[in-house]
């Protein structure tokens, strides 16, 4: 199948996505919107990572990020990263005894869940007021910011991320999570850049990862398999990625010798309630938040 190409927008400055915006997201299922950020802003951030990446002891935790069998789904640090850092290693950064291949700093997977709550300078950057414009014209009438990765996509061994859609890990009733992307450093095809299936948006959710009887589990709830995510998304360094929580979308194996530093943020609907049953639960001392900067983050 020949790939497709994306529709492109230069991003408003005020954030508020245009009647062209609009029409595109609800034909696509995504919005590509250039120059969102500063490279003043991707640099920061990337210097912040990179501080915590410094600071990972591969020792105390060695968890790599499957999404081919979610084997670290049965790890409480998984679960406990919900609510602070926790860091994930690429399947091929370990040998088959465990131990590290490469230097600490290009074994990371990701960073997650919960930079945005407990970091300010994830806080910061994820609490920027353009973002919380574009939700709100993208009709969240109350947005919840519920997870946050850093995804380091790491040169030659960064994993591929196999087709799926948001709403399967962030269950709402109804559904509303939306995926908030941001390349932190040129995405490619060469890199691993995401893809997406246009306007299969529309389609019927697939799986729900979701706990019972006290396990995480996939669970299929529709067999027809998701359509081919035929349109490549490349993204330079500042561009924001808007992803419809059923869109089928995916990235390839990193091939390169450059990583591609990205980093995402989930909103919800508060009107919509939260699955109790989604993996992703806060403890009372840390509710999920909307897009005020207006509690001063605490670092977990
Ligand atoms: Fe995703």
């Not at 399947?91 to 930079?115: S, T």
Request: glycine share 8%; proline share 8%.
């Amino acid at each position: 199948m020949p790939e497709q190409i994306a529709t492109r927008f230069q991003s408003p400055g005020d954030g508020r996505p245009d009647a062209g915006m609009l029409a595109a997201w609800e034909r696509d299922g995504f919005l590509v919107l250039d120059g969102f950020y500063t490279a003043a802003d991707c640099a920061r951030l990337r210097r912040r990572a990179a501080a915590l990446l410094e600071g990972f002891d591969p020792d105390e935790h060695r968890t790599p990020f499957n999404t081919r069998d979610y084997v670290h789904a049965r790890d409480d640090y998984f679960c406990a990263s919900a609510a602070g850092i926790g860091f994930f290693l690429e399947p091929g950064a370990l040998d088959e005894a465990g131990n590290l291949v490469v230097d600490k700093r290009l074994a990371v997977n990701k960073i997650g869940h919960a930079l945005h709550d407990v970091d300010p300078e994830f806080d910061r950057f994820s609490r920027n007021p353009r973002l919380a414009a574009l939700v709100a014209g993208l009709g969240v009438r109350d947005p919840l910011l519920v997870q946050s990765m850093y995804l380091c996509k790491q040169p030659r061994i960064g994993d591929e991320v196999p087709p799926h859609q948001d709403s399967t890990f962030l269950h709402t009733r109804p559904e509303s999570v939306i995926g908030l992307w941001v390349a932190l450093e040129d995405a490619t095809v060469a890199n691993g850049c995401m893809w997406a299936a246009a306007g299969a948006h529309r389609g019927s959710l697939r799986r729900l990862f979701h706990r019972r009887e006290g396990q995480l589990v996939m669970e299929t709830l529709d067999t027809e398999p998701l359509p081919q995510a035929d349109t490549p998304l490349p993204a330079p360094s500042g561009t924001l990625v808007v992803l419809h929580g059923r869109l089928p979308h995916c990235s390839g194996h990193n091939t390169g010798a450059v990583s591609r530093h990205a980093y995402a943020v989930h909103v919800v609907d508060a009107n919509a309630e939260w699955s109790p049953a989604n993996w992703l639960q806060r403890p009372p001392d840390l509710p999920l938040r909307g897009f005020q900067r207006d509690r001063t983050p605490t670092t977990r």
